[in-house]
T-cell receptor, first 116, second 112 residues
Framework: GAVVSQHPSRVICKSGTSVKIECRSL??????MFWYRQFPKQSLMLMAT?????????EQGVEKDKFLINHASLTLSTLTVTSAHPEDSSFYIC????????????FGPGTRLTVT | KNQVEQSPQSLIILEGKNCTLQ??????????LRWYKQDTGRGPVSLTI?????NTKSNGRYTATLDADTKQSSLHITASQLSDSASYIC???????????FGAGTTVTVRA
């Protein structure tokens, strides 16, 4: 149980275009989903926290107009990188929390974004 | 500031040998500590999770220890295999927040 999927697993896009990444909790309802970014040889950095039906909370230094997050249902959150630039190339990982008193987070397999 | 420090940054071991990874943290108040294995290009996969009252937890050839008094944890890999080559990340969860504190990870390379 507690499986989180991401789609796509890899994406290459041209500079200036937008790309959408999906995060799904497959066998549980996630009241909260998290988006992380990971650069090579570095650990995960939290970008934002999204709660179903409300606006995402962004970490300091993360541009909310550039990284659009939507959490329309209890099993789906999307991250849209708008007007992508080469420096946005990174590994994006989502995680999902079951909710209630549990702080357990389950991670997705990640999405490798390359902006050319 | 909640911090998690891991050592060594990387290590190379021969197949069949054992190794131990270290994690020191300052997260307080403390809820639980987890060790994750992250293969290159993949998301983290949970190996062990320990709460304040637990001293040791095993998952196959992986054994984690926790000393909540000194705020130290270790992950011991026994009889390493080539498939153990990965980054191992120590993650600490506070009791009053959902935000996790991540260590930078230890990159383990197992060579034949």
């Amino acid at each position: 149980g507690a499986v989180v999927s991401q789609h796509p697993s890899r994406v290459i896009c041209k500079s200036g275009t937008s790309v959408k990444i999906e995060c799904r909790s497959l066998d549980f309802q996630a009241t909260t989903m998290f988006w992380y970014r990971q650069f090579p040889k570095q650990s995960l950095m939290l970008m934002a926290t999204s709660n179903e039906g409300s606006k995402a909370t962004y970490e300091q230094g993360v541009e909310k107009d550039k990284f659009l997050i939507n959490h329309a249902s209890l099993t789906l959150s999307t991250l849209t990188v708008t007007s992508a630039h080469p420096e946005d190339s990174s590994f994006y990982i989502c995680s999902a929390r079951v909710g209630g008193a549990s702080y357990e987070q389950y991670f997705g397999p990640g999405t490798r974004l390359t902006v050319t | 500031k909640n911090q998690v420090e891991q050592s060594p940054q990387s290590l190379i071991i021969l197949e069949g040998k054992n190794c131990t990874l270290q994690c020191n943290y300052t997260v307080s108040p403390f809820s639980n500590l987890r060790w994750y294995k992250q293969d290159t290009g993949r998301g983290p996969v949970s190996l062990t999770i320990m709460t304040f009252s637990e001293n040791t937890k095993s998952n196959g050839r992986y054994t984690a220890t926790l000393d909540a008094d000194t705020k130290q944890s270790s992950l011991h890999i026994t009889a390493s295999q080539l498939s153990d080559s990965a980054s191992y990340i120590c993650v600490v969860s506070p009791t009053n927040d959902y935000k996790l504190s991540f260590g930078a990870g230890t990159t383990v390379t197992v060579r034949a």
